[in-house]
């Protein structure tokens, strides 16, 4: 039989090992066409098929059943090509995170929040041109801490650290984007992975284990400098991580990574199963409401 075409993943294989029943794939992107990118918001080429429809296809690869959808740069605050995708791909499954700036409606929260949406993000790793500002997290999370919503933060080691003050008193739990973006090589004397480390032993922020290839220097074929890095956020905290492929991998115009290649480099960051499960089921079971 045909392999089935997988858009925007490089290769055709399953992973190595299969996935528990109810795994998540906690950090994808959509982009539809059937929706209008924000004046001024593209940062990157758009990939041309990045729909909910060709997601489908990435989760029968993967084996993964419930996802969490994340509002690209490209749509700047309006969420409606994020909701859509929720809606298609099932609101028992999928859950999302929105884009939005303080001035936003009570009215517009509960939408959102009926919608499957259970946080709202900060993209500023390239603070030009984005829809939110740092001055913006502290308005922000206070508006959605009665909701139960946490904020979602794709910063660098250097910005973690240098909001470290509003970071530590946020009144709603934090999510870290990406291995938190930590330098990459395994000596963690580093100011970020220290502040990392006391808000997720504190029970405050979670981390995605996601975005390899924004966190090497080694190249993609194993990504080897991010295994320590990832190991040791695993001793302090396996109970605070979630995994993400972060397709369609918008960052990678050229040379897409391929998806079940990410997931097996999650058994490599992870060798013990019954965490390895925990990772993809239980823990974003209880960041994002999962039955």
């Known amino acids: 039989m045909a392999s089935e075409p997988y858009p925007n993943s490089a290769g055709s294989a399953v992973p190595r090992d299969p996935v528990p029943a109810d795994a998540c794939d906690a950090h994808i992107h959509v982009f539809d066409a059937r929706f209008e990118e924000a004046p001024g918001e593209k940062l990157t080429a758009t990939p041309a098929h990045a729909t909910a429809a060709d997601y489908r296809a990435i989760q029968r690869r993967l084996g993964t059943r419930r ?4 509002q690209p740069r490209a749509y700047g605050t309006d969420n409606s090509a994020t909701l859509d995708a929720i809606a298609q791909l099932g609101a028992s499954d999928t859950r999302g995170i929105a884009v939005l700036t303080p001035g936003a409606s009570d009215a517009e ?3 959102l929040h009926a919608g499957g949406i259970r ?8 603070a030009a041109g984005a829809p939110t500002r740092f001055d913006m997290l502290m308005p922000l999370a206070e508006r959605i801490a009665p909701l139960g919503w946490h904020l979602q933060l794709h910063f660098q080691a250097a910005q973690i650290v240098a909001h470290a003050a509003v970071l530590r008193q946020v009144p709603c739990p934090i999510v870290f984007d990406h291995l938190a973006r930590l330098p990459v090589g395994g000596k ?3 100011p970020a992975f220290a502040l990392v480390r006391e808000l997720l032993e504190q029970e405050r922020a979670w981390v995605k284990l996601s975005g390899a290839y924004l966190n ?3 190249g993609a074929h194993g990504y080897a400098d991010t295994v320590e890095t990832a190991r040791a956020l695993v001793r302090i905290a396996p109970d605070r991580l979630v995994w993400g492929s972060d397709w369609p991998h918008a960052t990678e115009e050229i040379h897409k990574p391929d998806d079940a290649e990410l997931m097996d480099l999650l058994g490599v960051w992870v060798p013990d199963a019954a965490t390895r499960n ?7 079971a209880r960041l994002y409401g999962f039955a």
Do not use: D, F, M, Q
Request: glycine residues 4%; aromatic residues 0%.
């Open 109 to 111: 929260l509960r939408r």
């Open 119 to 126: 946080g709202l993000r900060l993209t500023l790793h390239a």
């Open 278 to 284: 925990a990772i993809l089921v239980h823990n974003p």
């Open 216 to 218: 090497t220097h080694s």
């Open 188 to 190: 963690h004397a580093e």
């Open 67 to 70: 996802a969490v959808v994340v």
